[in-house]
């Protein structure tokens, strides 16, 4: 018998304001799917071939997009399917302290190339009592107060990492607590190459199952609003959203470093989840001006994106001269060093959204981290 993966799915359908069920029906032989109402009893979608869809975006936990629909896969429809796609998939708080905010970009690239991939990232400024809570376990331990000190000390970016054995792929890479130990054992690990100290180590992995969970929910609780708060600051800044197809890419550590090695400052960082309707309120300007508008759409909620706020003197401009023409064909041709000139597929697909008019810098900052990050 042909292989057949099963899942729940969810679809939030904005007209009829109803969060719709269907089980979700993947046939890898030729890559189709199929998709069954759950409420009405019959089939919704009939088996039909889909490219766009690939065995590697089927987990749970995962949005994927299907005609269209951004369905959010909830559970596994079946033994058969849990067993083949969601035995080793684990998820795991990985914490970039103040010392390396900086190397961001180049860490991402190490954690993509273990195969592992970012579901969620914030950056913050925890308080002493939030690092503390955080460390709760080395509470009675001497180097308590300097950890609690430094943690709290400048903004750390929190992510949830996804993959095979993530758990132990991160703290692998991390190597020894000890930057000098690290050095020793362990050269090509993170700790190795940038840690200075056993307090300014890098990072923090969580070491066991238990301790992802209460320290995912400790940064990216499910009750909205009750994490630690972003770090946007709202003046003299512009918007950059790295967009979905580059993320899934793998693009997002190499965009990170060109943005760092162009000395632009990122204030504030976080990954959002963006639904259509907000799509096409941040995107209402572009409405009946751009003819790509309703692809830009598609694109800004098919996946995953990350937004940052660009910090200093006239960003708008020199930012959007950073990024380069939203036609890579001819950023390629003129400005062959600009993000779009580099990392663009096209005019849709093409790496990043920069805030155009120095006036709305603010409010788009403002759009992501003040109204959607709720
Ligand atoms: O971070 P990791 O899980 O590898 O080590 P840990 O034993 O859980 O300790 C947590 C953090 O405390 C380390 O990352 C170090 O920054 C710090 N630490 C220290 O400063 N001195 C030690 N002897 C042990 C840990
Ligand atoms: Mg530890």
């Known amino acids: 018998m042909e292989d057949r993966f ?14 719709r069920r269907y089980q979700l029906f993947y046939y890898p032989k030729d890559g189709s799917v ?31 997009n299907v005609f269209s629909r951004q369905l959010n896969l909830i559970e596994y429809g079946d033994q058969f399917t849990a067993n083949k796609l ?59 107060t300097n950890l609690v000190q430094f943690v709290s000390s400048g903004p750390v970016v929190a992510m949830e990492l996804m993959g095979d054995e993530a758990m132990s792929i991160w703290r692998r890479l991390l190597g020894p607590a000890d930057p000098a ?25 969580s070491d066991s199952l238990a301790a992802a969970a209460r320290e995912l929910e400790f940064f990216f609780p499910s009750t909205i609003g009750y ?61 009946g001006v751009v003819t790509e508008y309703p692809s830009m759409v598609t694109e800004l909620c098919s996946g995953p994106c990350m937004v940052l706020e660009i910090h200093g003197t006239d960003t708008p401009k020199t930012f959007r001269e950073f990024c380069g023409p939203a036609d890579p064909e001819i950023a390629r041709h003129l400005r062959p060093t600009t993000l779009r000139a580099l990392y663009s597929k096209d005019k ?22 003040k109204i959607l990050d709720g």
């Open 227 to 287: 994490g630690p708060s972003n770090t946007a600051i709202y003046t003299d800044c512009t918007c950059c959203i790295i967009k979905p197809h580059a993320i899934s890419e793998g693009l997002t550590g190499k965009i990170l470093n060109s943005i760092s090695a162009a000395g632009f400052e990122i204030s504030a960082l976080q990954m959002f989840n963006v639904d259509r309707a907000n799509a096409e309120e941040f995107y209402e300007v572009y409405k």
């Open 348 to 369: 849709v697909k093409n790496a990043v959204h920069c805030t155009d008019l120095p006036e709305d810098g603010v409010l788009e900052v403002q759009y992501f981290f």
């Open 181 to 205: 130990v690290a050095r020793r054992e362990a050269p090509q690990s993170v700790r190795a190459q940038f840690g200075t100290d056993g307090i300014k180590n890098v990072g923090h992995g």
């Open 6 to 19: 099963a899942f729940l799915a969810e679809w939030y359908d904005p007209t009829a304001a109803l969060l």
């Open 86 to 144: 969601g035995s080793k998939k684990e998820r795991t708080l990985a914490l970039i302290k103040p010392d390396v905010v900086t190397k961001i970009g180049d860490i991402l690239e190490l954690i993509y190339s273990s195969n592992l991939i970012v579901t969620k990232a914030k950056m913050t400024n925890l308080t002493s009592s939030q690092a503390g809570d955080l460390y709760m376990e080395h509470q009675t331990k001497p180097f308590f």
């Open 34 to 64: 199929e998709m069954f109402d759950v409420k009405n009893q019959r089939i919704f979608l009939r088996r039909t071939k889909y490219d766009k869809i690939h065995q590697e975006d089927l987990f749970v936990g995962n949005r994927v």
